[in-house]
């Protein structure tokens, strides 16, 4: 009877249920603020890509004497984004009747609509803090591209 007495008065003390409950609660909700965290350091590389996208797009008419267009173009927007340069793709291209040609600097055939395109690609992989990496690739990044572009004529 000692002992059945001992079982009853412990099922009705309520004391420590709180602290009971905040170790069940705690986890999940550190899970979900690294996630979060995860989510927006994410998003900042890839705002981080584009800014640095664009400003090559701006830097299109500006050169230096000792460089080509495309070199610096190339050299910008890699320090810009924080990567290195081979991570950094500038394609010129002319459409003739919107048929990509294989040459920038031709003509078209006259009375055919013309139009020159630069487009600028960068490519890096984002590396979250977070352990579990559900559709990362091999190394447990996140590969991210950014294309920015346009039409110079």
């Known amino acids: 009877p000692d002992m059945m007495s001992a079982f009853r008065r412990l099922g009705r003390d309520d004391q420590g249920v709180a602290i009971l409950e905040l170790a069940l609660a ?69 459409e003739c009747n919107n048929v990509r040609q ?11 609509f013309e139009a020159r395109y630069i487009r600028l690609t960068i490519t890096d992989e984002f590396e979250p803090m977070f352990p579990v990496k559900f559709g990362a690739n091999q190394n447990g990044k996140y590969p991210m591209t950014v294309k920015v572009g346009m039409r110079t004529r």
């Not at 050299?75 to 081979?86: D, R, W």
């Not at 294989?102 to 055919?112: H, L």
């Open 102 to 112: 294989g040459n920038f600097t031709s003509d078209c055939v006259a009375g055919q």
């Open 26 to 94: 705690a986890p999940m909700l550190a899970l979900l603020v690294i996630g979060i965290v995860d989510i927006s350091n994410a998003y900042s590389r890839k705002l981080t890509l584009e800014q640095a996208a664009q400003r090559g797009i701006e830097k299109i008419m500006q050169t230096t004497d000792d460089d080509t267009v495309d070199t610096t173009i190339v050299t910008e927007v890699a320090a810009a984004a924080g990567v290195p340069q081979n991570k950094v793709n500038l394609e010129f291209w002319l």
